[in-house]
């Protein structure tokens, strides 16, 4: 176990929707990144949350935004939902700059 | 432009045969590499991380080289198990720590 939870594992939506997906971290974990997976493709990274502060970003439009809360969790928004979006949304979480990344289990959006 | 390429994309052993996965890379200034292993559906878990300075790691049946002269890593898999059926993906970290560029994956698929 890596001490990453995500929620829900499974997700259905439909184009133009929003939707927020979650992810609690082991404490002492201070930066939160999220990744976005497509079948078969390496995860592609989102953005990054240090002490809840953005401090990087992928290649991503605004509309995926985030929020990271004191209590080490931690939430990626996506609005207007694309068909596109459809992915694997994984969350990992580190205690520092170098040190290993903890992964959760993901999140499987499906849109429709 | 920083990329991470792996090879094989795929590969098909026999339970108790030893494989090596391939991985090359053009990250410019180069910080660490990580090899991850992701069972379907599941979050990345971390098998090595190895700096500039370090030749070889181990984790169990896993080893994983690192020639940072060539640009290149190799994730050695010794007397493999039904278990090790899984994507493993490569993951360099730089220009800087929290830049983490990943591999799209190989698929390995071990039958008894």
């Known amino acids: 176990e890596t001490g990453v939870t995500q929620s829900p594992t499974h997700l259905i939506k439909t184009r133009g929707q929003q939707v927020t997906l979650r992810c609690s971290s082991q404490?002492?974990?201070?930066?939160v990144s999220w990744y976005q997976q497509a079948l078969g493709q390496g995860p592609q990274f989102i953005f990054q949350?240090?002490?809840?502060?953005?401090?990087g970003r992928g290649n991503f439009p605004p509309r995926f935004s985030g929020l990271q809360f004191p209590n080490y969790s931690s939430e990626l928004n996506v609005n207007a939902l694309e068909l596109d979006d459809s992915a694997l949304y994984l969350c990992?979480?580190?205690?520092?700059?170098?040190?290993?990344?903890?992964f959760g289990s993901g999140t499987q959006l499906s849109v429709l | 432009k920083n990329q991470v390429e792996q090879s094989p994309q795929s590969l098909i052993i026999l339970e108790g045969k030893n494989c090596t996965l391939q991985?090359?890379?053009?990250?410019?200034?180069?910080?660490?590499l990580r090899w991850y292993k992701q069972d379907t559906g599941r979050g990345p878990v971390s098998l090595t991380i190895?700096?500039?300075?370090?030749n070889t790691k181990s984790n169990g049946r896993y080893t994983a080289t690192l020639d940072a002269d060539t640009k290149q890593s190799s994730l050695h898999i010794t007397a493999s198990q039904l278990s090790d059926s899984a994507s493993y993906i490569c993951?360099?970290?730089?220009?800087?720590?929290?830049?983490?560029?990943f591999g799209t994956g190989t698929r390995l698929q071990v039958f008894p």
């Open positions: 990992a979480t580190r205690p520092g700059r170098n040190e290993k990344l903890f």
């Open positions: 404490s002492g974990h201070n930066t």
């Open positions: 949350y240090y002490r809840e502060e953005e401090n």
């Open positions: 991985c090359n890379y053009t990250v410019s200034p180069f910080s660490n």
């Open positions: 190895m700096t500039f300075s370090e």
């Open positions: 993951v360099v970290s730089g220009p800087s720590p929290d830049k983490l560029i």
